[in-house]
């Protein structure tokens, strides 16, 4: 069945660093992919999706790439702010039964 | 544009009671999702439905919760009885189309004592 799998958290940077939570994704269909933001006392909300493979999307400074080949979608961002402190979720959405699959979240914590 | 709301955003019960959580999703949206949010657990799926019609019911929760979708615009997540294990966030979420984005409420905080 679908599955999503990514970095387990926390991870714990300093201001001004860079970015990177692996996702990985399995399926037989042609999904979405998303990833969602939470902040803490909110429900998650989007980031950004990417429909199409090979495709990047990207919004904030975080940017992915729908990578087909390899199965990935690793969230990035060059330089990370204190704001950024949050979880963020990768998830995919399959054609095939209209499902949303998220991954398990990584926690993130950005140190002034 | 109004998001999704739920209500109450706190819930404290005793064990044993009965609780029932609402939700209002986006106007116009044809897919309404119910999760319960726990740290351990992270985001887990209660139910799912399209057009108000249920199309999945999670397994491990088919015992003492019940969701359903009266209209278009309101959905109900009973629980009963309740148990101090289901202490946790439940989020409701709505999107117009599979490859739509989801948009979520801000949880309803349920404590079983």
Known sequence: GDSVTQTEGPVTLSEGTSLTVNCSYETKQYPTLFWYVQYPGEGPQLLFKVPKANEKG???GFEATYN???????LQKASVQESDSAVYY??????????????????????? | DAGVTQTPRHEVAEKGQTIILKCEPVSGHNDLFWYRQTKIQGLELLSYFRSKSLMEDGGAFKDRFKAEMLNSSFSTLKIQPTEPKDSAVYLCASRGHFNERLFFGHGTKLSVL
């Open chain 1, 90 to 112: 990768c998830a995919l959405s399959s054609d095939s039964n209209n499902r949303i699959f998220f991954g398990d979240g990584t926690q993130l914590v950005v140190k002034p």
């Open chain 1, 68 to 74: 087909k080949e390899a199965t990935s979608f690793h």
């Open chain 1, 58 to 60: 990207s919004n904030r």
